[in-house]
């Protein structure tokens, strides 16, 4: 499979696979009814029924002035550098299940993960431009971005595989721990993702040493990743989790296979038997390559979920544009967890209303975006009294009941 890639797919795989672009499968023939015209019909369905319904749901029109534009909901205000922060001190301890670190992989370009900077520039960010762009919380999340916005941003990590960039040297701990501060986030479950690069490919290993220098595990917990295709993959769990990892990230568009795939079996089983927590990123975004998108429909975590009852499974982003098929697939699954980042907040109304809160997990994949954009959407759609149990079993105590390693 490796000695396939073209300079571009290696350097594009290793610096911006997390989102947009990945690493070519061992075979792009797909097995017959695994991705039919249905499916690809029914992503281009929710994309335009989404632009046609944004601001016709139960919140209205919820469009704002970029992140910082947040300011004017009661929830938040600007502090003195402009930035923005959460004044609710009623709100929990909150845990966000869904963050990431800068990437310094492949050629492994200088990268200080203990270093401040002036301010977190977000992959996707709304306050990067004068004036800034609007964010839309009644939309699918990467759906705020142009096509050009999204072309930079590719950009921006290839040019990270190679010799680094302003832009990822902003993504540090400190930076992180500066943005959960102000947003009243308590602890962070950091996911890095195995690539399947021939050299270079340690995420893993460089943030849980960086964590470690840091000495900020007690807000900082680092899951792993392991690679399908690796030969060792089991054997690289056994390590991780002797270690004290608890939580694995597959991300199928990436990684490029299939879920449910009969060799992904013994790696579930062994992650059932050490107690560990499978996060997957789950469903399309609309943004990756239409080759991976095939990999990533609802029914293919099926029999994961069926098969390991005792396996408890994190679904990211609750489906991404997927979300009504997966929210079907947690309501019939009681090992079926949802992270919420990135859905619409008529979607996530939806979520709510359908769940009761239970199984949702708040998640903000930081750095792609700033943390008061989910906090923010949970909020509006938990903002009775009737719910306040609600948002805090979001914002806390259902991470709490998945993962109690994160209170240290």
């Not at 490796?2 to 061992?26: D, E, N, W, Y």
């Not at 595990?217 to 991780?240: A, F, I, W």
């Not at 700033?370 to 959407?377: C, I, R, S, V, Y």
Request: with cysteine; net charge negative; proline share 6%.
């Amino acid at each position: 499979m490796k000695a396939g890639l073209s300079r571009r797919q290696l350097l594009g795989a290793a610096t911006g696979g997390i989102a947009a672009v990945s690493l070519p499968g061992c075979s792009d023939d797909p097995a017959p009814g695994r991705y039919t015209q249905a499916d690809i019909d029914q992503l281009a369905t929710q994309q335009r029924d989404e632009a046609a319904n944004k601001g016709k749901g139960p919140y209205g029109e919820q469009r704002y002035a970029g992140y910082r534009g947040l300011a004017s909901l009661p929830w938040f205000e600007l502090g003195d550098a402009g930035e923005l922060i959460c004044i609710d001190d009623s709100l929990p301890g909150i845990v966000d299940v869904h963050a990431h670190l800068g990437m310094s992989i492949l050629f492994k370009p200088e990268l200080d993960l203990q270093a401040a900077t002036p301010r977190v520039r977000h992959l996707l960010d709304c306050d990067g431009t004068t004036p800034p762009s609007e964010l839309d919380l009644d939309i699918y999340i990467n759906g705020n971005f142009s096509e050009d916005a999204l072309s930079k941003n590719e950009r921006v990590l290839t040019t990270q595989g190679l010799w680094g960039n302003d832009v990822v040297r902003s993504h540090t701990i400190p930076n992180l721990i500066a943005e959960m501060d102000a947003m009243r986030v308590q602890h962070s479950l950091v996911l890095p993702i195995k690539l399947g690069l021939p050299f270079g490919d340690d995420l893993t290993e460089q943030w849980r040493a960086a964590i470690a220098t840091a000495e900020i595990s007690d807000r900082l917990m680092t899951g792993c990743s392991v690679h399908p295709e690796d030969p060792d993959r089991v054997e690289q769990l056994k390590r991780y989790a002797a270690t004290g990892a608890r939580v694995v990230k597959l991300h199928p568009t990436v990684q490029r296979f299939y879920p449910d795939d009969p060799s992904m079996l013994p790696l579930y089983e062994e992650a059932q038997r050490l107690g560990m927590v499978i996060f997957f990123h789950g469903g399309r975004a609309g943004i990756e390559p239409e080759s991976s998108q095939r990999y990533a429909v609802p029914r293919h975590y099926a029999g994961v979920l069926q098969n390991f009852p005792r396996l408890q499974v994190i679904l990211g982003h609750a489906g991404a544009r997927d979300s009504a098929g997966m929210l079907e697939l947690a309501l019939a699954h009681q090992n079926a967890w949802l992270g919420i980042h990135g859905q619409g907040i008529t979607s996530l109304e939806t979520i709510i209303a359908k769940t009761g809160g239970e199984r949702l997990l708040f998640g903000t994949d930081w750095p792609w975006y700033h943390l008061g954009a989910t906090l923010a959407k949970v909020l509006l759609c938990t903002d009775s009294s009737d719910r306040v149990a609600v948002r805090n079993a979001i914002l806390r105590d259902n991470a709490m009941t998945l993962l109690p390693q994160l209170a240290g």
